[in-house]
């Protein structure tokens, strides 16, 4: 049974949200418990609770929207995604997750389901890293995979602390004890835009997503002696960002020879000392990002990064240090929910590829405590992260209606 899709009401939603921003329209910016985001939250609270979803928020802020099914004792089935945006953002990215997971549940009682087990919508707290430099804090905490510690260690731009934040934004309560058990939910489907260009190239509507990556990220500093750039002549240098160069050329290549087009490897952020046009650099500290579908794979193109940092610091006489700041598992989906996306495409007449997701999502942590799955929807021009991003209303309106067919699959069926 298809569930009948509103398209205008979620495009007019998706619209109005997009202009509870920190930057004009088209432009988003939403960023953790920011006036902004505090204003988004409580429209969204309000539009849940017109839909006669029982809401509730968590210690980190993950806000819940719960309609009961009829075995109150089950496991529930969960959807949802994430509304922060980083600044200069897109209307898309995460939100129709969010608003396309209301609209399908929506559509399902507008089509008279009566779901057996309950389905939740989830807003994720800060799937962006943008305040505390952390992504996908909420669901981490839902999966119990950050310490306590790790995240009194947080700190903002100016200082504040996690704690700081969420007495500001009058969340409050013990954070560790918003982890949920492996096995809370029976299964969790994220809706997703593409933020490729796969989907729009081939024409296919509907992305079924098989396996999704996770990034981990090395940080490297190198240091010398620094000095004037006209005294120190070339035969004396130690110059770390010299140095530095042969890292980037060896994130490229290493990756490039992983044997998979899965690995991807970026040097997204260096910073130098003392940053004169006409001082040799004294320290340079480089921020990688290595990310794969198979995580001995990203773990070795990481450790070859390492090696290649150590050996060109060794050449060029300059001090060096690394750290590895996170390296996350990547997730596989669930046969079971793929399978309950795939009926729900052909129910509506849509085409589906598989494909794997190289961004990173909530789904990466959902994925440790229940069956997982992701549908994606086309991207124009592979665009996100900028406020040009676009997914047509129609393109939005078919997502949330496989959505909604594989909810209905997955709370009658598990």
Request: aromatic residues 4%; contains cysteine; hydrophobic residues 45%.
């Amino acid at each position: 049974m298809r569930a009948p899709i509103d398209t205008e009401r979620l495009s007019a939603e998706i619209e109005e949200l997009a202009r509870i921003s920190d930057s004009p329209y088209p432009s988003v910016t939403r960023v953790l418990f920011t006036e902004a985001d505090m204003r988004a939250r409580r429209w969204l609270t309000g539009r849940m609770e017109d839909a006669g979803l029982a809401v509730r928020v968590d210690a980190v802020g993950n806000i819940f929207g719960r309609w009961e099914g009829t075995d109150p004792d089950a496991a529930a089935v969960a959807t949802g995604s994430h509304t922060d945006a980083i600044p200069d953002a897109g209307r898309f990215d995460g939100v129709i997750g969010v608003l396309g997971g209301l609209e399908a549940i929506r559509a399902l009682q507008a089509a008279g389901v009566r779901p057996r087990r309950a389905i939740e919508l989830i807003m994720f707290t800060a799937e962006e890293p943008t305040r505390f430099a952390f992504g996908c804090l909420g669901s981490r905490v839902l999966a119990g995979v950050v310490t306590p510690e790790r995240l009194e260690r947080l700190r903002d731009a100016e200082g504040r602390t996690l704690d700081d934040a969420r007495a500001q934004a009058g969340v409050s309560g013990p954070i560790p004890g918003a982890r949920l058990a492996a096995g809370a939910y029976a299964a969790f489907v994220e809706l997703h835009i593409e933020q490729g260009p796969e989907l729009e190239r081939t024409g296919v509507p509907i992305g079924v997503v098989t396996a999704i990556a996770a990034p981990a990220t090395l940080r490297v500093e190198l240091t010398g002696e620094g000095g004037h750039a006209g005294a120190v002549l070339m035969p004396e240098r130690h110059d770390p960002l010299v140095a530095a160069a042969e890292v980037v050329q060896a994130v490229d290549r290493l990756a490039r020879a992983s044997g998979s087009p899965d690995t991807v490897g970026t040097v997204g952020l260096m910073t130098l000392e003392p940053g004169a046009v006409n001082s040799i650099p004294r320290r340079v500290r480089m921020d990688i990002d290595i990310r794969d579908t198979d995580e001995a794979r990203r773990d070795g193109v990481l450790e070859g990064v390492r090696e290649a940092a150590r050996a060109a610091a060794a050449s060029r006489g300059v001090g060096h240090s690394d750290e590895v700041l996170n390296a996350d598992g990547p997730a596989t989906s669930d046969p079971a929910v793929l399978s309950a996306i795939e009926e729900a495409c052909a129910e509506s007449g849509l085409t589906s590829s598989r494909m794997v997701s190289r961004a990173y999502h909530d789904a990466v942590f959902m994925a440790r405590i229940c069956p997982t799955a992701m549908i994606f929807v086309p991207s124009a021009g592979g665009v996100s992260h900028r406020p040009d991003e676009y997914t047509s209303p129609e393109e939005v309106a078919r997502g949330a209606e496989v959505l909604a067919g594989a909810l209905m699959r997955l709370s009658t069926r598990l």
